[in-house]
């Protein structure tokens, strides 16, 4: 039986090793360009953070100085709040509305269980949002989660911040973006 479970697993397993030598080519290539932005030092502060965390971001998001407000990057990421509650995946009239990608919100979501993972001055702030948001809902669970979230916007926050800096102080980071950005 083994050999005949050989046999028939062999060409995954095959084509699931070349694919995984190119993804690592592509992300040690997106790690580079991202450690030329200008907010690659601020990211490398974080505790928790690394530059592959940045390079999903501005692949999701793009050039953040495009983004005239922190509310409009963190819609853009699955982070808003909306008139019937946080952004999610919705059906009908209101997915228009919501605009949501799983695709981007899971980037911003394991960067915030990396952060509360990590320690660090993110996670002092995390765990006195759940102690908050333990008074507010039901279950412990769920306030990890408003708290992770609250750290994750946070983060935004405060990379949204460190990126218009740089921009005002550096020039646009342009030339970044388009190596590291998908075009949409």
């Not at 509305?97 to 799983?102: C, E, F, L």
């Not at 948001?133 to 994750?152: C, D, F, M, S, W």
């Not at 946070?154 to 911040?161: N, S, T, Y």
Request: aromatic share 8%; hydrophobic share 45%.
């Amino acid at each position: 039986m083994a050999e005949i479970a050989f046999a028939a697993t062999f060409p995954l397993v095959e084509a699931r090793d070349g694919v995984e030598k190119h993804r690592k080519a592509v992300e040690k290539r997106l790690a580079k360009l991202a450690a030329q932005l200008p907010v690659a030092e601020f990211v490398l502060g974080v505790r928790g953070v690394g530059i592959a965390s940045l390079a999903a971001i501005v692949g999701e998001a793009g050039d953040l100085s495009n983004y005239s407000t922190v509310a409009k990057l963190w819609k853009r990421m699955g982070l808003a709040v909306m008139l019937d509650g946080r952004q999610r995946r919705v059906s009908g009239e209101a997915a228009l509305a919501h605009g949501y990608s799983p695709a981007r919100r899971s980037v911003v979501w394991n960067v915030g269980a990396c952060i509360v993972k990590a320690g660090g001055p993110l996670k002092t702030v995390y765990d006195a949002r759940k102690v908050y948001e333990l008074e507010r809902v039901e279950t412990k669970g769920h306030a990890h989660n408003r708290a992770q979230r609250y750290v994750e916007k946070r983060f935004v926050r405060d990379l949204w911040v460190a990126w218009r800096r740089a921009g005002s102080d550096q020039g646009s980071a342009d030339a970044h973006i388009r190596c590291v950005a998908p075009a949409n």
